[in-house]
């Protein structure tokens, strides 16, 4: 199956680190994507990790992978509230095509 | 700002009457594919084309169709349409090599979106 899921909505207070995370079921998955999405715009790409990997960090950034329980996990790390936004989990396994599997999005909110 | 431009930005139609959203490639890209957005839902992939051709499709009937030009810029038609039609289509554009008969892809940059409205 191609299913990815994600909670619906996060509350930190600004400065604190929020963690988004994300369940998929396909384990051929060979990308994991983030996506942020703000108000009226489209998707934006945060970051992605190949299936092979167990962490990447890109500034405020880790992506945590846990292959055996097909979880993966965003962390902001002194999250601003610049990153309040909506913030997809996606999913490619590659061969084919390029079809993305997008989750619900989970609805980011930092508190001032 | 991704290079990808989507008009328009806004749009309303009716049931059953027919539409015709574009999309402008970021320079370079030969694949663009498109997104249906409904509201509060993650994005939902409706067909993909790669020179010209459509190389894969999603859940969608057949009522949805596209085009890719030469210039790598794209259509995406909608038929008969319906109220559940209502969304935030996206486009997204990336580069795809070939090498040894396997295709090779890079990131998919996405356009801001238009808004069809189906009263």
């Known amino acids: 199956g191609e299913d990815v899921e994600q909670s619906l909505f996060l509350s930190v207070r600004e400065g604190d680190s929020s963690v988004i995370n994300c369940t998929y079921t396909?384990?051929?998955?060979?990308?994991l994507y983030w996506y942020k999405q703000e108000p009226g715009a489209g998707l934006q790409l945060l970051t992605y990790i190949f299936s092979n990997m167990d962490m990447k960090q890109d500034q405020r950034l880790t992506v945590l992978l846990n292959k055996k329980d097909k979880h993966l996990s965003l962390r902001i790390a002194d999250t601003q509230t610049g990153d309040s936004a909506i913030y997809f989990c996606a999913e490619w396994r590659s061969g084919g095509y390029q079809k993305v599997t997008f989750g619900i999005g989970t609805k980011l909110q930092v508190i001032p | 700002e991704t290079g990808v431009t989507q008009s328009p930005t806004h749009l309303i139609k009716t049931r059953g009457q027919q539409v015709t959203l574009r999309c402008s490639s970021q320079?370079?890209?030969?694949?663009v594919s498109w997104y249906q957005q409904a509201l509060g839902q993650g994005p939902q992939f409706i067909f993909q084309?790669?020179?010209?051709?459509?190389?894969g499709r999603g859940n969608f009937p057949p009522r949805f169709s596209g085009l890719q030009f030469p210039n790598y810029s794209s259509e995406l038609n909608v038929n008969a349409l319906e109220l559940d039609d209502s969304a935030l289509y996206l486009c997204?554009?990336?580069?795809?090599?070939?090498?040894?008969?396997?295709?090779?892809?890079?990131?998919?940059?996405f356009g801001p979106g238009t808004r069809l409205t189906v009263l």
């Open positions: 396909d384990s051929s998955s060979t990308y």
């Open positions: 997204a554009s990336s580069l795809v090599g070939a090498s040894g008969g396997s295709l090779f892809y890079n990131e998919q940059f």
């Open positions: 320079s370079g890209h030969n694949t």
């Open positions: 084309y790669y020179r010209e051709e459509e190389n």
